[in-house]
């Protein structure tokens, strides 16, 4: 098999080249190696780099981008040279795709197509430049590419490119007095002199982000032009020295330099230079320009140094073997994340970090789409827009909002399928998000079984009693979960008692389709320096609405409070929901109780981000979630990671997270007087509260970390999709 080597030349940008990294690590190629080459960074590059056993690390002595390039080469082994920036990131079939433009022997370059920063819309797609090495884009292949034209040549763009190490060794490599710019575009018009052709491929693509460096503060705003002006005149000269007298080169090299210091004057009246930048780049045009003429009469200049082939094969790797995931997610950061969106979200992120390709559909926090890469992760954010569904299947209908953005992530992962392939759709069933995308074909369709409408049902009296609202919503949702269920391939429960209750609400038998996956979560570093507090802390954490208790701990409370004066509550969670008629709970509740002296010790903190939750969990001595139904219970585990004693209740999941009189204290689900009298055992006892939270610690780590989460799933999904 052909072999490929990925060349990723650096200077100074560490957190880019991270992501970079991380995205080749998803490539599917078998016969593959990644090489950085690293100018003279001041940053933490190599350390970075360190972070990847299999990536080779050769150094570049100088910032010129041509020498880092051919020293690149020379280190290498594969049979085709493929060069990617450090501020981009390839689509896991970038070199697979790529690489055919090779099975042809006439081919001594190639290039795929780029997208920008939104990952949606394309920068480049096809490209020419003339002599005077000034580029034209093109959205449909130009003819110079069949036949190249005296006045225009085909030519690749550097972040997304690939050269036969026969033609490169052939042409000498790169021409080193290249520093930056116009490199690529040299090579290949002595590729093509020595006669081969520049083709192109349209599906091999990457994304490029136009990260700031000490040659451009953003994509129009150079620092220097000293390096641009030089290139473009050394260019110009080299490409018209067989055809054209010295006169001619300089006439050409006037345009050129009218060209940049029009550029220059541009930038000083938008105010994006000063009036000193201005009169620099002045200077460095002319100096440039003068340099580059010279530089063409002193040529042939550095090139690649003559080096044998390569001897040793390169080894077959797995890469191309590993599942495709794509995990259908209604929240995703920076949204707000619930229990279910922390579950996919570790998943995802754990996923990746096992190898496993994962992309994410979920809402995007603005109207614009978007897909990013992030932690390995592929991350589509959707606008909510109304698209055609899958044909042929007979869908159930669906309340309007609900039906628009199923269709919406339906046709992204149709999308997500024909540009980089997928194995498994897994989405939870809640709001029946990913219900059009069992439509798509040559997918296995999975499901986390959580709270479904039919579970929560019954702790939602104000559905029941709006009969328009369970006509138009709460009805279809039933039915769409029904049939949903149905149609999976698999079915994945975090607890016994969730796949029980969703069988018994549904009247569906799942045994054969269900694999039971605990889920799990990242472990915390344990704080060591909390301030100290005299009073007991009880913690609340959820939506303040019924179906998490939050009514039953305070009528407990109020019986509680009295006998235990050193007893202090924080309830953090939205608290934006009506409840009982009233605005929110705490309205609510304020009416009933404000009055009363232990009032004052309650603390509504409301909604919180990442880093004040852990706070709030490190410095509670009891945590509290009285749930009239829990599919699981993340909210416990977030607690016993911290040491830290559990009240919960007898119901659902529940018991198989935290287990009675050994972790925690479990009450019968709506019976505020049992929780009154546990909060009231353990406001009092501070050894059994120790001893609680200590062997809730032991169980988050023997049974919930997120290692053990992934080492299950993973065992699912392998199993799901091998053949």
């Not at 990952?119 to 036949?147: I, M, N, S, W």
């Not at 201005?278 to 063409?296: C, K, Q």
């Not at 409301?606 to 880093?611: A, C, N, P, T, W």
């Amino acid at each position: 098999m052909t072999s490929a080597s990925v060349i990723i030349n650096t200077v100074d940008r560490a957190a880019f080249l991270l992501k970079t990294l991380q995205s080749c690590q998803l490539l599917r190629y078998p016969t593959l190696e990644i090489v950085v080459v690293n100018g003279p960074s001041c940053d933490n590059t190599a350390e970075v780099v360190a972070r990847f056993p299999d990536v080779r690390f050769v150094e570049c002595p100088s910032r010129n981008l041509a020498q880092s390039r051919n020293i690149g080469i020379h280190a290498s082994r594969g049979d085709i040279l493929f060069f990617i920036d450090d501020d981009a990131v390839c689509e896991p079939n970038w070199v697979s795709e790529l690489i055919r433009a090779f099975d042809e022997p006439d081919v001594g370059a190639a290039h795929g197509f780029v997208r920008d920063q939104s990952g949606l819309c394309y920068q480049y797609l096809f490209g020419t430049v003339d002599a005077f090495g000034r580029d034209r884009h093109a959205k449909t292949l130009p003819v110079e590419y069949a036949t190249p034209a005296a006045d225009r040549i085909p030519s690749v763009i550097g972040v997304n490119c690939a050269f036969r190490r026969e033609a490169m060794i052939a042409v000498r490599g790169f021409d080193e007095e290249f520093e930056f710019f116009l490199d690529e575009t040299e090579v290949c018009a002595r590729i093509l002199r020595a006669g081969y052709r520049v083709v192109a491929r349209p599906f091999a693509e990457v994304h490029h982000s136009w990260a700031p460096s000490h040659l451009r503060a953003t994509p129009s705003v150079p620092k220097p032009l000293y390096q641009f002006a030089k290139s473009s005149a050394y260019f110009t000269a080299l490409i018209n020295l067989d055809g054209a007298n010295l006169l001619t080169i300089l006439h050409r090299c006037r345009d050129i330099r009218r060209h940049y210091l029009k550029m220059s004057d541009a930038l000083l009246r938008r105010s994006l230079v000063s009036a000193d930048v201005h009169a620099r780049f002045v200077d460095e045009v002319e100096r440039g320009i003068r340099d580059g003429v010279a530089s063409a009469f002193r040529w042939p200049n550095g090139h690649l140094p003559a080096a044998p082939a390569p001897t040793s094969p390169l080894p077959v790797s797995a890469r191309h073997q590993r599942p495709r995931v794509i995990i259908v997610s209604q929240d995703y950061p920076p949204l707000p994340l619930g229990g279910v969106g922390v579950i996919l979200q570790t998943l995802a992120k754990g996923l990746a970090a096992r190898g496993v390709e994962v992309s994410v559909v979920t809402r995007s926090p603005t109207r614009e789409a978007n897909v990013t890469f992030e932690a390995g992760v592929w991350v589509h954010r959707i606008a909510s827009v109304r698209r055609p569904i899958p044909a042929g299947v007979d869908f159930p209908p669906l309340p309007g909002p609900i039906a628009q953005h199923a269709s919406a992530v339906a046709f992204e992962v149709a999308r997500i399928k024909a540009q980089r392939g997928a194995d498994v759709v897994l989405s939870s069933i809640w709001d029946a998000e990913a219900i059009y995308c069992t439509g798509l074909p040559d997918l296995l369709h999975t499901t986390l079984l959580v709270t479904t409408y039919g579970l929560v049902l019954p702790s939602k009296p104000e559905w029941e009693a709006d009969a328009a609202f369970m006509s138009a919503h709460v009805q279809p949702m039933l039915a769409a979960e029904a049939w949903l269920l149905k149609r999976f391939d698999a079915v994945f429960a975090s607890t016994k008692a969730v796949l029980s209750d969703i069988e018994a609400t549904s009247r569906i038998d799942l045994r054969a389709s269900v694999k039971l996956v605990q889920f799990g979560l990242d472990d915390v570093a344990l704080p060591t320096d909390l301030p100290a507090h005299a009073n007991v802390r009880l913690l609340f954490v959820g939506r303040l609405e019924r179906r998490k208790g939050i009514d039953l701990l305070v009528k407990a409370l109020a019986s509680v409070m009295v006998r235990h004066e050193q007893l202090d509550v924080r309830i953090v969670g939205d608290n934006s929901l009506p409840f009982d008629g009233k605005p929110n709970f705490q309205a609510w509740a304020q009416e009933r109780f404000g009055h009363e002296a232990w009032w004052q010790r309650i603390t509504f903190v409301g909604r919180v981000d990442d880093g004040q939750l852990l706070a709030e969990y490190a410095a509670c001595d009891i945590f509290v979630a009285p749930s009239r139904y829990e599919s699981f219970g993340l909210i416990y585990l977030e607690a016993m990671r911290f040491g830290k004693p559990c009240i919960g209740t007898r119901t659902g999941g529940i018991p198989e997270v935290v287990e009675d009189g050994v972790t925690g204290l479990l009450v019968p689900p709506d019976d505020d007087m049992e929780l009154a009298r546990a909060i009231d055992l353990l406001a009092g006892d501070p050894d059994r509260r120790s001893e609680l939270g200590r062997v809730g610690r032991g169980r988050y780590a023997g049974r919930f970390t997120t290692e053990a989460y992934i080492d299950r799933m993973l065992r699912a999904l392998e199993d799901l999709v091998s053949p």
